[in-house]
């Protein structure tokens, strides 16, 4: 690569977009999706994951595009397709799968490629890269060179933006660390470098991990409170006095990551015969916490006389607060068994945009035609009608984390 760096952003999605984002200021870069609808969405200011606006401009030259035609041009991919589970959960690696055989017909001499999906240690090695040389017919690190740069972007966080989040980036060829730092500055203003990309794998899973059984702790302290009537908020104010205490609170644990990273480890650590049974008990506690809200709502429901004929209100669908994603989503998944319990129950999300169901409403203008209303996720543009309908529906109204 003697001349100008021409990057290609392979996904455009959560992770994919915001990187294609900074580089486009930089690079002329090509932003490539197999997704017609998402290239579609995306060239008419459309983004349903809340991350461009309506009067973004590209720079650069830069465009986006479903044809693969265009990776040709390009001469430094960044990966970020799906890493998600099958329903027996064991990890699903077809998207890099098809990412990597899509690429292989494409990549020439010099060319260097990172992968960005979360996935166990040894995937890129020991999946993607042999992907990679069958297609292209070339050699990794002679002829093309491979790295790893795990994403601990945050979405719906506008605190901890891409570029002021530090950034992994694993690679191991030295004579291209000029390349790929003039990347990958440009992402991130904070860089860490290692040159074994299995580690730098392994602690994109851990920190997943860590953060998910940090919750189910308290997730299931909380359970036991809730149960004994002691009064869990008073308990970690004062347990918070103590210098070491970690401060983590009860909720439904959603969305691409924590719910799906902690099989990725345990799945290579059954293989190599180790069982994972603390890292799969938070999966456990964090799952079942979808039951006990639920039945939370039910016990609610009944002391209030709300009985199956009475409309009722979930505000708040997606996995967590203020981001429209709803994969993983325990917030609708209560909603949704609820709506069996009682038929007339509905749900308010006004961050959702591609989930088409009847029962969510657009508005809630009329409130007192809902006889409860129950927040599951709070987001911040809640705020002022939530004043509303606590003052009008006092008693009926249930924040199920409060
Ligand atoms: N969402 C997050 O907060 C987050 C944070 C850190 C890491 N990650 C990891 O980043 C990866 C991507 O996650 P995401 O949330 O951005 O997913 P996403 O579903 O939002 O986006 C992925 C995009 O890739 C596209 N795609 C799928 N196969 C493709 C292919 N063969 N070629 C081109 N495009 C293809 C899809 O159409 C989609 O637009 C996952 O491994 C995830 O675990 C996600």
Not at 47 to 55: S, W
Not at 249 to 272: I, Q, T
Not at 325 to 330: E, K
């Amino acid at each position: 690569m003697k001349n100008r760096i021409l990057p290609c952003v392979i996904g455009l999605g959560y992770v994919g977009l915001p990187i294609f984002l900074r580089l486009q200021k930089k690079f002329k870069t090509v932003g490539f999706d197999i997704s017609y609808n998402r290239i579609n969405q995306l060239n008419s200011n459309i983004d349903i994951t809340n991350t461009i606006d309506k009067y973004f401009k590209l720079r650069n030259r830069s465009f986006f595009t479903n044809k693969s035609k265009y990776l040709a041009q390009c001469n430094f991919f960044i990966i970020a397709v799906p890493t998600p589970i099958y329903s027996n959960r064991i990890p699903n690696l077809e998207y890099l799968n098809k990412a990597s055989t899509i690429l292989g017909g494409y990549i020439k001499k010099d060319d260097i490629i990172f992968f960005e999906s979360t996935v166990f240690p040894g995937v890129t090695k020991k999946y993607c890269v042999p992907i990679l040389e069958k297609k292209s017919k070339l050699k990794n690190n002679i002829d093309f060179y491979t790295g790893y740069s795990p994403e601990r972007i945050n979405p719906g966080d506008k605190n901890h933006t891409i570029d002021k989040i530090s950034k992994i980036v694993a690679f191991e060829k030295n004579s291209k660390k000029k390349i790929i730092l003039n990347v990958y500055k440009c992402i991130s203003h904070s860089l860490i470098l290692t040159n074994n990309l299995e580690d730098a794998e392994t602690s994109k899973v851990i920190e997943n991990i860590q953060r998910d059984l940090n919750i189910a702790l308290i997730n299931e302290i909380y359970k036991v409170c809730d149960k004994l009537k002691i009064n869990f908020k008073n308990v970690i104010k004062l347990a918070k006095t103590k210098w070491n205490f970690l401060n983590f609170k009860p909720g439904l644990v959603g969305g691409h990551c924590l719910p799906v990273d902690p099989y990725y480890f345990s799945y290579l650590a059954k293989k190599n015969n180790i069982q994972t049974k603390v890292i799969l008990a938070g999966r456990y506690t964090n799952n079942s916490m979808a039951k006990f809200v639920i039945n939370k709502v039910i016990n609610f429901l009944n002391n209030q006389q709300i009985n199956k004929k009475d409309n009722i209100l979930c505000m708040g669908l997606t996995y967590k607060e203020n981001v429209p994603d709803l994969r993983n989503s325990l917030a609708l998944k209560i909603f949704l068994k609820l709506k069996k319990k009682y038929p007339n129950s509905y749900s308010y999300d006004p961050l959702v945009k591609d989930f088409k169901n009847n029962e969510i409403i657009t508005n809630i203008e009329n409130i007192k035609k809902f006889k409860a209303i129950i927040l599951l996720v709070n987001h911040n543009c809640f705020k002022k009608i939530l004043i509303k309908v606590k003052k009008i529906k006092k008693n009926n109204f249930l924040n199920i984390f409060q």
